[in-house]
């Protein structure tokens, strides 16, 4: 069974930080390249950031660019996002998704800004 579980949301104050983990089972983690994608109340999804199968490339929304870091571990199939400088924008249903032969989704973690 593939699962993606996404972990270490919360409610934070501004200008504060989370890290995010997302693990990987049930299928190949290190043949799928990596995405993070959120949603917020009452939008639609919303692509935050990428990273390839080797972990060497990452890409980022212009918003979270200098405050957000994407990343991978292959041996323990699982990624991170690690988020600073938070702001209230960033309010959101977190969610992990693979890119490859298929496409898979996780069940999301939450996200609040808050003070």
């Known amino acids: 069974e593939v699962q993606l579980v996404e972990s270490g949301g919360g409610l934070v104050q501004p200008g504060g930080s989370l890290r995010l983990s997302c693990a990987a089972s049930g299928f190949i983690f290190s043949n799928y390249a990596m995405n993070w994608v959120r949603q917020a109340p009452g939008k639609g999804p919303e692509w935050v950031s990428s990273?390839?199968?080797?972990?060497?490339?990452?890409t980022y929304k212009n918003s979270v660019r200098g405050r957000f870091t994407i990343s991978r571990d292959n041996a323990k199939n699982t990624l991170y996002l690690q988020m600073n400088n938070l702001k209230p924008d960033d309010t959101a249903v977190y969610y992990c998704r693979a890119v490859g032969l298929r496409e898979y989704w996780g069940q999301g973690t939450q996200v609040t800004v808050s003070s």
């Open positions: 990273i390839n199968i080797p972990g060497d490339s990452t």
